[in-house]
Antibody, heavy 118, light 108 residues
Framework: QVHLEQSGAEVKKPGASVKVSCKASGYTFTSAGISWVRQAPGQGLEWMGWISVYTGNTKYAQNLQGRVTLTTDTSTSTAYMAVRSLTLDDTAVYYC???????????WGQGTMVTVSS | SYVLTQPPSVAVAPGKTARITCEGNSIGSQGVHWYQQKPGQAPVLVMFHDSDRPSGIPERFSGSNSGNTATLTISGVAAGDEADYYCQVWNSGTDCYVFGTGTKVTVL
């Protein structure tokens, strides 16, 4: 079945960087884009950005532009999300999700907890 | 920036109907998607393009969208429907997905 498997929890210090992976299975990886969404503790969902797996084109949320980089490796069917210059406000669960713009996100990963703490 | 406003909470008795609204400027001209999120779990898509149900989602879930309000309706509410619900649109003006503020549905 269609599945997105994310990497494990991370603990980082302020100013550091983090890279989360999202491995796809059960479908043709290049047939759909991948969005990344985060959720701070007790808060709502925040869209971070999207990458076309087929073309490599990207779109980023304005407030994260320049700090977030989305990439894919089609040889391993894996998407990556990297955030640099982490602050305490980046503490959140990070999700990858499948979908082409402007369609819905139909399959979600299980989430990766990233904790930023000094 | 484009804002989608949802009521923070909706309480409904078992077997009754829950209506969750999502208000945004001219949202009726955009396709709205809805997600259900239970505690400690990833969101699950329950409605797309205003009123289409993914496979596996019960017919009790329905959607509509017109003017400045989109609505997710859950008929015959059951205890298993207790969750947070989020609406979402792709805003072409700002070139980004926007999520609603979220609604917690409580089954009394």
């Amino acid at each position: 079945q269609v599945h997105l498997e994310q990497s494990g929890a991370e603990v980082k210090k302020p100013g550091a960087s983090v890279k989360v992976s999202c491995k796809a299975s059960g479908y043709t990886f290049t047939s759909a884009g991948i969005s990344w969404v985060r959720q701070a503790p007790g808060q709502g969902l925040e869209w971070m950005g999207w990458i076309s797996v087929y073309t490599g084109n990207t779109k980023y949320a304005q407030n994260l532009q320049g700090r977030v980089t989305l990439t894919t490796d089609t040889s391993t069917s894996t998407a990556y999300m990297a955030v640099r210059s982490l602050t305490l406000d980046d503490t959140a669960v990070y999700y990858c999700a499948r979908g082409e713009l402007p369609d819905a996100l139909d399959i979600w990963g299980q989430g990766t907890m990233v904790t930023v703490s000094s | 920036s484009y804002v989608l406003t949802q009521p923070p909470s909706v309480a409904v008795a078992p077997g009754k109907t829950a209506r969750i609204t999502c208000e945004g400027n001219s949202i009726g001209s955009q396709g709205v998607h809805w997600y259900q999120q239970k505690p400690g779990q990833a969101p699950v898509l329950v409605m797309f393009h205003d009123s289409d149900r993914p496979s596996g989602i019960p017919e009790r879930f329905s959607g509509s969208n017109s003017g400045n309000t989109a609505t997710l309706t859950i008929s015959g509410v059951a205890a298993g429907d207790e969750a947070d619900y989020y609406c979402q649109v792709w805003n072409s003006g700002t070139d980004c997905y926007v999520f609603g503020t979220g609604t917690k549905v409580t089954v009394l």
